[in-house]
């Protein structure tokens, strides 16, 4: 990497929510699979990431256009673990450093940030400038992933990943049957999110363009 680069680039910023709660073994097994699930992040699709203040984390995504997507997955993540994460979302340019993402510059990155500061009642918010279609459709997908079960959201996140793989091997994955799967997604009603992050990619790119 240069010593200074800009790119366009899709941010979360978010917070593990009431983290304190958990015992000290359990917080750093949290951690550990956090740095894992991040690490092949940045592995798959060149992320940048930065943990810090311990239970809050940092994302900076080369596409934009997925930042949805993987803010969904994100909140799939905890959320099968029992546990649930508030994820503020920009996108714009941002400044690399050889120091990586924790002494980057960027409007979204301030933007990502603040949002976090100020999120309320919310678990996703997005800091950019939107019609109000789509911000009732953000806090629609909002209000049906903070409905999902752990083993819903297992199977959701897993059909995300794998870029929508049959059932029947989903359930292989899950050591369960084909119909359990289909019953859990439809109740995660993985149709629905799966239309919102298609929508949400075509409204980014109209962004960037």
Do not use: W
Not at 34 to 44: G, N, P, T, V
Not at 71 to 84: E, H, K, N, T, Y
Not at 147 to 164: F, H, V
């Amino acid at each position: 990497m240069s010593i200074s680069q800009e790119n366009y680039m899709g941010v979360i910023t978010a917070d593990i929510v009431n983290s304190q709660s958990l015992c000290q073994s359990d917080y750093e097994q949290l951690l550990v699979q956090l740095k894992y699930y991040l690490s092949a992040l940045r592995a798959e699709f060149g992320a940048e990431f930065h943990i810090f203040r311990g239970d809050s984390f940092q994302i900076a995504l080369p596409n934009a256009k997925a930042l949805f997507k993987q803010a969904i997955a994100i909140r799939l993540f905890f959320i099968q673990q029992g546990l649930d994460v508030k994820v503020s979302l920009a996108q714009g340019q941002i400044k690399l450093s050889q120091g990586g993402l924790a002494t980057a510059t960027g409007e979204a990155l301030v933007k990502a940030g603040h949002g976090l500061d100020n999120i309320k009642h919310q678990r996703l918010v997005f800091n950019n400038a939107c019609n109000e279609s789509f911000l009732l459709n953000i806090q629609f997908i909002d209000l049906l992933l903070g409905k999902l079960s752990r083993k819903q959201a297992q199977a959701l996140l897993l059909y995300l990943q794998q870029d929508k793989p049959e059932h029947a091997q989903l359930a292989e994955q899950l050591s369960t049957s084909r119909a359990n799967v289909t019953k859990l997604l439809n109740l995660a009603n993985y149709t629905l999110i799966d239309a919102f992050i298609t929508l949400s990619e075509s409204y980014i790119f109209s962004k960037e363009t």
